[in-house]
């Protein structure tokens, strides 16, 4: 039976996939010093997470049946202390949360939640959104992020800021949270901190001192502004076709959003967002009802006020600079479909989408094109 299970539960774009990384890069070194990370890989994990959740199967199609009661056992059977992370358990509700936090024999988990400032996370969200299939424009979203705020006068509820703040809000996951157990909340370092200390408070809240362990290689590395445009589109399009997402998941989100497009040479400035003036103000009501929470802080509050991200405005991304990111983006996928597949039947190697206003259309067209190529070639295989 363990000893400690400590939950990580989020916030999305907390600097998740860099400490999850971290523990399972370092899973053999952890259970030496008596920590269980649970399941051969991350997946596992999310897998049994969707499991206590209700869902019946992963967004790729693998059954996740007892996934959940699986990851128990591997725990109860752990002499030691146990490190779940799924950020997928932020938003849950009470009932989810109390049935998660009774799983365990003997042992009540502790919690943990990372928080980083407002501004920083409304344009990553945006742009991890987009690579989970929405079509969202970048208007659009920063308009409902405003307006469906906790707190706001005006509160509206549309779906970009259901989703937002479903993740984001971070009293209320808190609070929902602290009735599972012990709280700790882990503040996301300023930019221009160093590298490591993300993980040393990291550390601290779990029990691990991460002395000797090995940083894990980036792999949430921001895309620009055109590229997201192209996925943005890429999604729309594919939706227009009967290919709403979880279509073509592994394609849109893993081999072109995080893997492929992050390396694109083409001219592709960041998304940049000066600070709205309301998030300093709500940043400030949060932090001190977060203060006023029974938990334990590491880091320091002051750490959530709202920073500029630097960058451009999505809304000025030029047409050429959407096209050739397609454009580039279609050559890069084909030549990934090519070296896995070596199918002849891939579509043609070049695209020319020409100029003007509608050339990125047309290139993220051709962009679908091989997309659903590669769907129904999976489907013929399947059957």
């Known amino acids: 039976m363990a000893r400690r299970v400590v939950l990580h539960v989020g916030a999305m774009k907390s600097g998740t996939t860099y400490l999850q990384g971290a523990l399972y890069k370092n899973k053999a070194l952890l259970a030496e010093r008596g920590f269980l990370v649970p399941g051969a890989r991350w997946r596992n994990q999310i897998e049994a997470v969707l499991d206590v959740k209700g869902r019946r199967k992963h967004p790729q199609g693998n059954s996740v049946a007892g996934a959940w009661d699986r990851l128990v056992a591997e725990v109860d059977e752990w002499d030691g202390t146990a490190l779940i992370s799924v950020e997928l358990l932020a938003p849950v509700g009470p009932e989810t949360a109390e049935r998660v936090a009774t799983s365990f024999k003997g042992v009540t988990p502790e919690i943990v939640l990372s928080l980083r400032d407002i501004n920083r996370q409304i344009p990553s969200m945006w742009q991890e959104l987009v690579q989970n299939g929405v079509d969202w424009t970048w208007a659009d979203f920063l308009t409902a992020v405003n307006k469906s705020r906790p707190g706001s006068p005006e509160r509206r509820r549309s779906g970009p800021g259901k989703r937002f703040w479903g993740e984001q809000d971070m009293v209320a996951i808190a609070r929902r949270w602290g009735q599972a157990g012990p709280l700790h909340l882990v503040t996301v370092p300023p930019p221009g901190s160093p590298a490591t200390l993300l993980l040393e408070r990291f550390g601290v809240a779990m029990g691990f001192d991460p002395e000797g362990m090995k940083s894990p290689p980036p792999k949430n590395t921001s895309l620009g502004s055109a590229t997201v445009e192209v996925l943005r589109g890429l999604n729309a399009e594919l939706d227009r076709r009967g290919l709403a997402y979880p279509a073509a998941m592994g394609l849109r989100k893993h081999v072109l959003g995080k893997r492929l497009m992050p390396e694109l040479t083409v001219d592709d400035p960041r998304i940049g967002l000066q600070a709205p003036r309301w998030t300093a103000a709500f940043t ?99 059957t």
């Open 284 to 382: 400030r009501d949060q932090a001190a009802e977060l203060s006023g929470l029974d938990a334990t802080i590491h880091g320091d509050l002051d750490d959530l006020a709202p920073v500029d991200v630097r960058g451009i405005d999505p809304r000025k991304v030029t047409d050429k600079q959407v096209r050739d990111a397609a454009v580039a983006s279609y050559a890069a996928l084909r030549t990934d479909l090519n070296k896995k597949l070596a199918d002849p039947t891939i579509p043609g190697e070049a695209i020319d989408p020409g100029e003007g206003r509608k050339a990125p259309a047309r290139a993220v067209s051709a962009l679908a094109d091989l997309v659903e190529w590669s769907v129904r070639r999976e489907e013929l295989v399947r």
